[in-house]
């Protein structure tokens, strides 16, 4: 298992929770309001609710179910049914490791993070979620045309395989466009879009439809493959 | 490996509203994993049926008779509590009773349908828990501050077969349809079968007397569940369809839970989820499901299929 991509660092603000998935495994990414992020299993010891649904205050993450709190150590500290009980040690949600990187987070569910090295000088556009594995998704990528801001051809290279990365160049800049590759499940991607700090906004919302284009493509190709993939199963 | 079936296909569990079909009409429904038909006719009803109904409290007075077929095969039917209840055995236990159905000046009311994609005990288990009050229905039945969960009693009863909690009390900004401010609220809670509950609480305008509120459940299969809310009130003043709103309102803010937890199914072994005192009636319920082998819509891991344990131990529990 290796460090994966989750969100932008900016679409999770001071107090917010989010879900993510990574290789079906669910998780809930919080931050508090000293800013530290957190990536836990997506479940509350007590009754199995989804932790995600919850809610942040202060730098503890509360269960939307019976609102009990767990502070950055995974430590419940707060049982509202009980305001006087110290809530034994033992409850703890599973916690993963989580970095946040160039504006981007990364969580490893099995060992540390580890941020892959990629160029500094970009930042987030939109994170998309694409419905067809990992293996259409990337295809689709490398096969999209896409074009800098003056209009010139860049050109896609894998940067890492392990998180998939890539990355779309010229000879004006080489890492105009990144793409991070996040497999949530079997069925579905999430890409973590980033660009050269150098495009315009303009340049921004562009890179953003060509995203939904080559999400498209890539859900087409996708059903594409499988209805022939019913056919073939048929004869 | 027995998945709770044996158990589970004896019991009667309600698949619609009582008048709710019209003569030549039909309707296709599931339940434990079985196709249902039930269509409905002018045909005189017979003799099972009308003492069925009897017993239940109700006139017989509707419309149609309602045939059910699962497979060709004719299903025993009743009509209870403004339902129309099915089973698929041929030796159904008896329908449990609920008194205070036959009490004049009572209103009944049948809240409709609500279907849940989760198992039918965790539907049941979370109309049992009250904790989560302030959380999920808030600034209705439960608000910060007042989150504290009084100790309460809770016991299984054996000469009725049937979990119960007593002497709870909460604070409820709005208790109900009919209250019109916050109040300390008294509960009872019954638990008649495996798939059904029953609590009563503080009536507003009859202090002497309890509302009476209960969740029938039909399980669809292990992770899919209609529940059927009906309650029996003292409230001469709220409209029918106020009454049944505010039961929706409060149902469809519990669905938002029930389909968020994992897993699906209700887990008895003891080391998936951590109880707390506030939980006794749920601990109580889930040795309750355990000791009948009541595992129809329960995760049962292999270990505590061996060491037969009873129960969360955590020591929270102990006093």
């Known amino acids: ?126 994170s998309i979620t694409f419905d067809c594995p990992l293996s259409v998704a990337f295809e689709a990528c490398l096969a999209a045309q896409l074009s800098d801001e003056a209009g010139l051809s860049l050109s896609p290279r894998q940067l890492g395989d392990a998180p998939l990365i890539l990355s779309f160049g010229n000879q004006q800049q080489a890492d105009s466009v990144l793409l991070l590759f996040q497999p949530s499940d079997l069925a579905n991607v999430v890409i973590h879009v980033l660009a050269h700090h150098s495009y315009s906004v303009d340049g921004r919302i562009g890179i953003s439809q060509w995203c939904e284009s080559v999400r498209r493509q890539a859900e087409l190709n996708h059903e594409v493959a499988m209805n022939a993939g019913m056919e073939c199963t048929h004869e | 490996m027995n998945n709770g079936l044996e158990y589970a296909m004896h019991d009667w569990y309600p698949v619609a509203i009582e008048g709710e079909l019209e003569i030549g009409q039909s309707r296709q429904t599931r339940l434990l994993g079985e196709q249902l038909e039930l269509r409905c006719d002018d045909s005189v009803c017979d003799a099972s049926v009308c003492d069925a109904s009897q017993r239940a409290g109700n006139t017989g007075d509707s419309v149609g008779t309602i045939t059910i077929f699962s497979n060709g095969r004719k299903l025993p039917v009743q009509r209870a509590f403004n339902h129309l209840w099915t089973t698929l055995s041929e030796k159904p236990r008896e329908l449990f009773a609920i008194s205070e159905a036959q009490e004049p000046g009572r209103r009944l009311v049948p809240c409709g349908v609500v279907r849940v994609k989760c198992s039918p005990l965790r539907a049941v288990e979370n109309f049992l828990d009250i904790a989560h009050f302030p959380f999920v229905h808030t600034d209705v039945l439960g608000a910060e501050p007042h989150t504290e969960v009084y100790k309460y009693d809770v016991r299984i009863d054996d000469t009725d077969d049937e979990v119960i909690a007593s002497n709870i009390r909460f604070y409820q900004p709005q208790a109900s349809k009919s209250s019109s401010g916050g109040i300390e609220t008294q509960y009872i809670y019954r638990v008649p079968a495996p798939m059904a509950a029953v609590l009563y609480k503080t009536c507003p305008p009859k202090p002497e007397a309890m509302d009476v509120i209960a969740i029938f459940v039909q399980p669809l299969d292990e992770e899919t569940c209609n529940v059927w809310p009906w309650m029996a009130l003292y409230d001469d003043v709220s409209s029918m369809a106020d009454l049944i709103q505010f039961q929706q309102l409060i149902f469809l803010q519990d669905r938002s839970i029930l389909e968020n937890q994992i897993p699906r199914r209700l887990p008895l072994d003891p080391k998936m989820e951590i109880p707390t005192r506030a939980d006794l009636t749920s601990v109580a319920y889930r040795r309750w499901l355990k000791r009948h082998s009541a595992w129809y819509g329960a995760q049962i891991s292999i270990d505590s299929l061996q060491n037969h344990s009873e129960g969360p131990n955590a020591h929270e529990l102990a006093e």
Not at chain 1, 52 to 70: E, N, T
Not at chain 1, 73 to 96: G, M, N, R, W
């Open chain 1, 1 to 126: 298992m290796t460090t994966t991509p989750v969100a932008l660092a900016r679409d999770l603000p001071v107090q917010r929770v989010m879900r993510a998935q990574v290789d079906g495994c669910d998780l809930a990414i919080w931050r508090g309001i000293s800013g530290q992020v957190q990536a836990w299993e997506n479940r509350c010891p007590h009754r199995g609710m989804r932790l995600s649904y919850g809610f942040v205050r202060q730098d503890s993450l509360a269960c939307a179910y019976h609102g009990w709190h767990y502070n950055c150590e995974a430590v419940c500290h707060y049982i509202p049914a009980h305001p006087e009980l110290q809530p034994p040690a033992s409850i703890k949600p599973v916690t993963y490791s989580v970095v946040e990187h160039q504006g981007v987070l990364w969580v490893n569910t099995r060992n540390e993070a580890e941020v892959p090295e990629f160029p500094e000088d970009s930042i987030g556009i939109r």
